[in-house]
């Protein structure tokens, strides 16, 4: 298990790193290329900062800048991640895990030394926008996957991402959330409401109303057997862990029997992060993490299912507290 652990916690660190620099302008308009100013933005000086210290040069600054500039749409998300299929082809395969409600494709991003082929290697997936009116993750996503493909070649980190895991990234679980700016899916449920509980009756038993989004990340979930995962959230500032929920209902700390494991993995994002864990994070002042069950219970969440399910180790993380970042308010 220590190899597997070891990229798990250096992966989430580099999310942290870009997660750092989050703060989005937003535009309108179609996907095209754009003129870059030079340094004139908080996302390019983060990829020059890594490139800097690798050597290497960007597989295309074009499509950095329209990962990080703005929230793109639908339409303009599935034409990105085809491109970067194809600029990336040696490290890349995108797949069709399912569609939404409203048809739209979920895509999956798998990015690794031998995509689409079966390795002795852990599975860990990241997955944004799963409350549509949250998109840092569905930003996030794809900045990570540009940072890899321009680096994996120089930098170590890099490298040994891609050659010793699988990873997928999920940029949209609710795209048609994210086009209605809708927390809900177009059925307006609460997709981390919807997955099977451990309090239901029987328990983690599919009821077979979950909604397409939610089934197409079970089964893509059972398919791949994932050892880890994130999933992406705002809101709040906090790395949130298993339990979510308590048989009573009651607001307490619910330990699950990996209780330390998933501590230590949340305080390891939560330490990484730029701000997670200051002491100034007024609500999680303790190191920015919690029990999910002792932040507020909830029933049907992707976390706990992952966790039982799954047997899959899954962090929900809050990942800006405004819920109002820049370019948020012109997004909405
Ligand atoms: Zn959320």
Redesign the pocket.
Known sequence: MERPRAVLLLLLGLLCLLEAGSGLPAQSGSLKRKKKKKGSSVELRLLNESQAGSGSSASGPDYLYLALRRYLNNQELTEWLQSYEKRCKSIARLTKIGTSAQDRPLWALEISDRPGQAEAEPAVKYVGG??GD?PTGRVLTLALAEWLCANYKTDARAKRIISTMHLWLLPAMNPDGFDARS?GNSAGQDL?RDFPDRFSSPPMEPSGSEQPETKAIMDWTLATGFVASASM???ALVANYPWDGTDDRSTRYEACPDDAVFRHLATLYASTHKHMASPDNAEFPNGGTTNGANWYPIYGSMQDWNYVVGHCLELTLELRWDGAGPGRERWM
């Open positions: 799963v409350h949250e927390r981390n959230h705002e809101g």
